[in-house]
């Protein structure tokens, strides 16, 4: 099952703050966040697993609530360099192991402007 | 440092012909994937692989196939190929399973005519 993400589109002048969040109907092992620019391969932001374990980026904080399988990418005094498509990964907490497979949402396309 | 590396960048395929997308990952990782993106749309999975010899279907099999003979390559293989294939391709890479940093490839991208 695809997380939904919201909003689908946000756009930003430099320096304003923006809220990217995930959801899932599923249970969640962990929760990856990537950014995309247009034509290149997508760029680790950030992991969240489950217990609160974050491993990431310094400038992006990111949380995720375990009880209601979502997660919310904060990014705060944004930057020129900040636009692209940002997507979620889930990894499923299944009985056994989930290989580390991820079901990304449908992006969410982020525009700083100056 | 390579990490993980696709061949080739760019593919133009007539209906029917068939292809491989090579993937070779230097970073010793076990777990390698390989995920299709369409225009302006999320990434789903097509094949992954846990170790060399083991390999197991994702989202959108269909159309594919792979192979895993060593830890560092992980090829896709198109077969009869059809215009829904046109796409970027994704190969990754992970050290191990449960919440482990995936490592991308830069992206191969195909289009079918």
């Known amino acids: 099952q695809q997380p939904v993400q919201s909003p689908q589109a946000v756009i930003l002048r430099e320096g304003e703050d923006a809220v990217i969040n995930c959801s899932s109907s599923?249970?969640?092992?962990?929760v990856h966040w990537y950014r995309q620019k247009h034509g290149e391969a997508p760029v680790f932001l950030m992991i969240l697993l489950k217990g609160g374990e974050q491993k990431g980026h310094d400038k992006i904080s990111a949380s995720f609530n375990e009880k209601k399988q979502q997660s919310s990418l904060y990014l705060t005094a944004s930057q020129l360099s900040y636009s692209g498509t940002y997507f979620c990964?889930?990894?499923?907490?299944?009985?056994?192991?989930?290989?580390?497979?991820?079901?990304f949402g449908q992006g969410t396309i982020l525009t700083v402007h100056p | 440092n390579a990490g993980v590396t696709q061949t080739p960048k760019f593919r133009i395929l007539k209906i029917g012909q068939s292809m491989t997308l090579q993937c070779t990952q230097d970073?010793?990782?076990?777990?390698m994937y390989w995920y299709r993106q369409d225009p302006g749309m999320g990434l789903k999975l097509i094949y992954y692989?846990?170790?060399?010899?083991?390999?197991d279907k994702g989202e959108v099999p269909n159309g594919y196939n792979v192979s895993r003979s060593t830890t560092e390559d992980f090829p896709l293989r198109l077969e009869l190929a059809a215009p829904s294939q046109t796409s970027v391709y994704f190969c990754?890479?992970?050290?191990?399973?449960?919440?482990?940093?995936?490592?991308f490839g830069e992206g191969s991208w195909l289009t079918v005519v």
């Open positions: 599923k249970a969640l092992y962990s």
């Open positions: 970073m010793n990782h076990n777990y």
């Open positions: 990754a890479s992970s050290p191990w399973a449960m919440g482990n940093t995936i490592y």
């Open positions: 692989s846990v170790g060399a010899g083991i390999t």
């Open positions: 990964g889930t990894e499923l907490r299944a009985g056994g192991t989930s290989y580390g497979k991820l079901t």
